[in-house]
């Protein structure tokens, strides 16, 4: 159970392109997703929060008009690269936050995507 | 702000033997949650074990354990009889209601 997938999984596109990349929850309903970018031997980074049916949340220096996320359905967040130039290139990595469990306590675990590779030519 | 710091970038440890894995949070906070993720060569971020701030026992999954010191904000992995399948990058993270925060990480090799 809990798993994410993300497509696709490596992406080449030219500068002044835009990538969209996808993130589903396949067994679990995910009301809340979220979106890191992780730079080669370094740490993952929130780059925002996808919550179903309302606006992300983006992080402290990450530009909304640029990485545009869909949260469209319990199953689903989408990451759009807009206008991307080299300094884009990354590996991208979903996560979905599995909320089940009742009550108060949700088991309040995120579950990780494979990730994606964008590489802006 | 919430941090997280792993003071190790890199540990070794022989097939077979046990390993310890330091990992320290900064928080005010008294209810959150911990998880140690583990990321292979693939980059699949895979977890590993969690422990709620609220419980005073410490988490097992199989070889992997946890001392968590909750007065002392210290969240360290344990693995015992390590396998070479167990190399990764392994991250400590610290969760408060929706964000995960991750340390820098922590490179394990092992060797047979």
């Known amino acids: 159970g809990a798993v994410v997938s993300q497509h696709p999984s490596w992406v080449i596109c030219k500068s002044g392109t835009s990538v969209k990349i996808e993130c589903r929850s396949l067994?679990?309903?995910?009301?809340?997703m979220f979106w890191y970018r992780q730079f080669p031997k370094q740490s993952l980074m929130l780059m925002a929060t996808?919550?179903?049916?309302?606006?992300?949340?983006?992080e402290q220096g990450v530009e909304k008009d640029k990485f545009l996320i869909n949260h469209a359905s319990l199953t689903l967040s989408t990451l759009t690269v807009t206008s991307a130039h080299p300094e884009d290139s990354s590996f991208y990595i979903c996560?979905?936050?599995?909320?089940?469990?009742?009550?108060?306590?949700?088991?309040?675990?995120?579950?990780f995507g494979p990730g994606t590779r964008l590489t802006v030519l | 702000a919430q941090t997280v710091t792993q003071s190790q970038p890199e540990m070794s440890v022989q097939e077979a033997e046990t390993v310890t894995l330091s990992c320290t949070y900064d928080t005010s906070e008294s209810d959150y949650y911990l998880f140690w993720y583990k990321q292979p060569p693939s980059r699949q971020m895979i977890l590993v074990i969690r422990q709620e701030a609220y419980k005073q026992q410490n988490a097992t999954e199989n070889r992997f354990s946890v001392n968590f010191q909750k007065a002392a904000k210290s969240f360290s992995l344990k693995i015992s009889d390590s396998q070479l399948g167990d190399a990764a990058m392994y991250f400590c993270a610290y969760q408060e209601s929706d964000k995960l925060i991750f340390g820098t990480g922590t490179r394990l090799q092992v060797f047979p």
């Open positions: 996560s979905a936050r599995d909320s089940s469990g009742p009550g108060y306590f949700i088991t309040d675990t995120q579950y």
């Open positions: 996808s919550n179903e049916g309302s606006k992300a949340t983006y």
């Open positions: 067994d679990f309903q995910a009301t809340t």
